[in-house]
């Protein structure tokens, strides 16, 4: 089973411009986001006059050139979260063509069924029908999934 899924890219660009290490927290990679975080705050701490820093906090706005370390630090953040989201849901994609080609099912998350579990046709306890497609249940009284909307009943589905 994997612990991928799909990202937003946008999203964790946005959560990372909020701040620092939260959009690579949202991508569920904690020690890129406590680099990242540490990375800012070393940034601030190093290049980011004094001065500047209580000015902000007195509500005078500090010059451009004085804030341009850490800035420069976040825009980095920020576009390695979207980058790592791209390439996080490309790795996605990749899993789930290969488990459909495969002809293990995968459900909608992209996680791989137990090909050695119950049948894929076969009703379960409570009479559900699994799709063969997505390996979701799905009700028996209709003749496609309504998850995937891949027909049901093998061959003699039209």
Known sequence: MSDRSLRRPWLAALLALVVSGLGHAYLRRWARALGWYVAVAAAVVLFVPESAISAAFTGNPPS?????????VVAASVIDAYVVARRNNR???????????????????????????????????????????????????VDFCQWCAEPLGGEDAS
């Open 64 to 72: 451009i050139r004085d804030l341009a370390p850490a800035a420069a």
């Open 91 to 141: 790795a996605y994609e990749r899993e789930r063509d290969a488990a459909r080609d495969s002809g293990v099912p995968a459900d909608a998350e992209g996680a791989v069924s137990d090909p050695d579990a119950t049948s894929t046709d076969a009703a379960d306890t409570d009479g559900n029908v699994r799709c063969p497609e997505c390996g979701k249940e799905t009700d028996p009284t």
